[in-house]
């Protein structure tokens, strides 16, 4: 691929170039949200400052401008996950877009939408299938719609070495599965999970596939169609976009059988007081006011990433994560979450720029302080994978993470100012 040069990127990046405390800022946050570069901040003045109207009604020269801009970023952020305007329904969020299809199949449970939504009712005894990797938002709104049903979830453990046993994913998914939904790449773990033979396997017991795409979608060339999932989510401010804005892509035949979650105004043809028909998707999916200029502002973040390259963005990315492996790996008492280090004959996998760590006796949350204090950024806790964070004996890491505007120099200050935490807090021999 075209080779990305980080420098030439950053210039975008204003915030890049303060300080915190008087030193640089070394941002290695960007898992828990990207930062936003000139062209998307500009957009979304942009449109508030020429364009604003609401959108889909009204007669004045405003409201079209604005529902030309707002359905023109529908096309492009579809397009950048490969798929069709009509096929991305604007949400807040991964969270909400999640919950969206959890109460839109529990609304088919109770008989509600077209004839055709049977398919997704779910009787007692049903299960749901997640992993054990999972972000409490793949979680709990499944553990919440199993509550209401009578449905059982289940779970496909993860190894050691942080790949998803498939093997054990064949024997959890079966006749009674009704839905298997799990995340493309881990926040913690950062590897790219087997997407196309879980797939087939759910295919094959006649489950419906959800993918959580939140981490993959800033980092890596993302085909959802491709995928062969039945939906997925992303969330726009981990994807240089701004806050309060996602994607929940949908198969067309699963989004036109599957009836809506929020009801109100903007998804409906007709409604009398008793009753009300809907709108096709993706319409019928968004109830009230759209988060528009954030949709705008979106498209500005994919047409950044796309003419930056994901093949670029995903190659930087692995040198970077590369290096910051290898040298947490030199680092005495360091532990890195689902490292291949731990399983001799493990496949090499693929993932994205971030790793997870333990410092053998020290918090998690002494390690980010000490890293504050010399300006660098890291994410510390259990990073909402608390289920995950058990498996490995632990309550919280430390977490870096990277993106298409990080250095090696600054994964190599991260190294530098770790190498000396535990010494720092007397937790050496
Ligand atoms: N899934 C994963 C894997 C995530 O990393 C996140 C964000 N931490 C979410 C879901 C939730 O996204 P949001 O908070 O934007 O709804």
């Given at each position: 691929?075209?080779?990305?040069?980080?420098?030439?990127?950053?210039?975008?990046?204003?915030?890049?170039?303060?300080?915190?405390?008087?030193?640089?800022?070394?941002?290695?946050?960007?898992?828990?949200?990207?930062?936003?570069?000139?062209?998307?901040?500009?957009?979304?003045?942009?449109?508030?400052?020429?364009?604003?109207?609401?959108?889909?009604?009204?007669?004045?020269?405003?409201?079209?401008?604005?529902?030309?801009?707002?359905?023109?970023?529908?096309?492009?952020?579809?397009?950048?996950?490969?798929?069709?305007?009509?096929?991305l329904v604007w949400t807040s969020g991964a969270t909400a877009g999640l919950n969206?299809?959890?109460?839109?199949?529990?609304?088919?449970?109770?008989?509600?939408?077209?004839?055709?939504?049977?398919?997704?009712?779910?009787?007692?005894?049903?299960?749901?299938?997640?992993?054990?990797?999972?972000?409490?938002?793949?979680?709990?709104?499944?553990?919440?719609?199993?509550?209401?049903?009578?449905?059982?979830?289940?779970?496909?453990?993860?190894?050691?070495?942080?790949?998803?046993?498939?093997?054990?994913?064949?024997?959890v998914i079966s006749d009674r599965t009704r839905i298997v939904a799990f995340t493309?790449?881990?926040?913690?773990?950062?590897?790219?999970?087997?997407?196309?033979?879980?797939?087939?396997?759910?295919?094959?017991?006649?489950?419906?596939?959800?993918?959580?795409?939140?981490?993959?979608?800033?980092?890596?060339?993302?085909?959802?169609?491709?995928?062969?999932?039945?939906?997925?989510?992303?969330?726009?401010?981990?994807?240089?976009?701004?806050?309060?804005?996602?994607?929940?892509?949908?198969?067309?035949?699963?989004?036109?059988?599957?009836?809506?979650?929020?009801?109100?105004?903007?998804?409906?043809?007709?409604?009398?007081?008793?009753?009300?028909?809907?709108?096709?998707?993706?319409?019928?999916?968004?109830?009230?006011?759209?988060?528009?200029?954030?949709?705008?502002?979106?498209?500005?973040?994919?047409?950044?990433?796309?003419?930056?390259?994901?093949?670029?963005?995903?190659?930087?990315?692995?040198?970077?994560?590369?290096?910051?492996?290898?040298?947490?790996?030199?680092?005495?008492?360091?532990?890195?979450?689902?490292?291949?280090?731990?399983?001799?004959?493990?496949?090499?996998?693929?993932?994205?720029?971030?790793?997870?760590?333990?410092?053998?006796?020290?918090?998690?949350?002494?390690?980010?302080?000490?890293?504050?204090?010399?300006?660098?950024?890291?994410?510390?806790?259990?990073?909402?994978?608390?289920?995950?964070?058990?498996?490995?004996?632990?309550?919280?890491?430390?977490?870096?993470?990277?993106?298409?505007?990080?250095?090696?120099?600054?994964?190599?200050?991260?190294?530098?100012?770790?190498?000396?935490?535990?010494a720092f807090f007397g937790a050496t021999e």
């Amino acid at each position: 691929p075209r080779a990305l040069d980080p420098l030439a990127v950053r210039e975008d990046f204003p915030i890049l170039s303060r300080s915190v405390g008087g030193q640089p800022l070394v941002y290695l946050d960007s898992a828990a949200t990207s930062q936003k570069p000139r062209q998307v901040i500009d957009a979304e003045v942009s449109f508030l400052t020429r364009e604003n109207a609401a959108v889909h009604r009204g007669a004045h020269t405003l409201a079209a401008e604005a529902t030309e801009l707002f359905e023109d970023a529908r096309a492009t952020v579809a397009g950048f996950v490969g798929a069709q305007p009509e096929q991305l329904v604007w949400t807040s969020g991964a969270t909400a877009g999640l919950n969206l299809v959890a109460y839109a199949i529990g609304n088919a449970t109770l008989g509600r939408g077209a004839p055709a939504s049977a398919r997704f009712a779910l009787a007692p005894g049903d299960e749901i299938v997640v992993t054990e990797i999972e972000h409490h938002a793949n979680l709990i709104p499944w553990q919440e719609l199993a509550a209401r049903t009578g449905a059982v979830l289940r779970h496909i453990p993860v190894r050691e070495d942080g790949t998803i046993d498939l093997d054990a994913a064949a024997s959890v998914i079966s006749d009674r599965t009704r839905i298997v939904a799990f995340t493309h790449v881990s926040n913690v773990l950062g590897i790219v999970n087997p997407v196309v033979e879980l797939v087939a396997l759910a295919r094959s017991a006649g489950a419906i596939t959800l993918l959580d795409a939140c981490q993959s979608a800033p980092h890596l060339p993302l085909d959802l169609p491709g995928l062969g999932v039945d939906i997925a989510v992303f969330s726009g401010h981990k994807m240089l976009g701004p806050y309060g804005i996602g994607g929940l892509y949908g198969r067309r035949e699963v989004l036109e059988a599957l009836p809506p979650f929020l009801t109100g105004g903007s998804m409906i043809t007709t409604v009398s007081l008793d009753s009300a028909e809907y709108l096709p998707p993706p319409q019928r999916f968004e109830a009230g006011t759209q988060p528009v200029s954030q949709a705008i502002a979106l498209a500005a973040a994919v047409r950044y990433l796309d003419a930056v390259g994901m093949d670029a963005v995903h190659a930087h990315e692995r040198m970077l994560e590369r290096r910051l492996r290898e040298g947490l790996r030199q680092i005495e008492g360091v532990r890195v979450l689902g490292d291949p280090a731990t399983r001799s004959g493990a496949p090499t996998v693929d993932r994205v720029g971030l790793a997870a760590f333990d410092v053998a006796g020290v918090h998690a949350h002494d390690v980010g302080q000490l890293l504050d204090s010399r300006g660098i950024a890291v994410r510390v806790g259990h990073h909402c994978a608390a289920p995950l964070h058990r498996r490995f004996g632990l309550t919280a890491s430390v977490r870096a993470s990277t993106a298409l505007y990080t250095t090696n120099d600054e994964v190599d200050l991260f190294l530098d100012a770790l190498s000396g935490v535990r010494a720092f807090f007397g937790a050496t021999e």
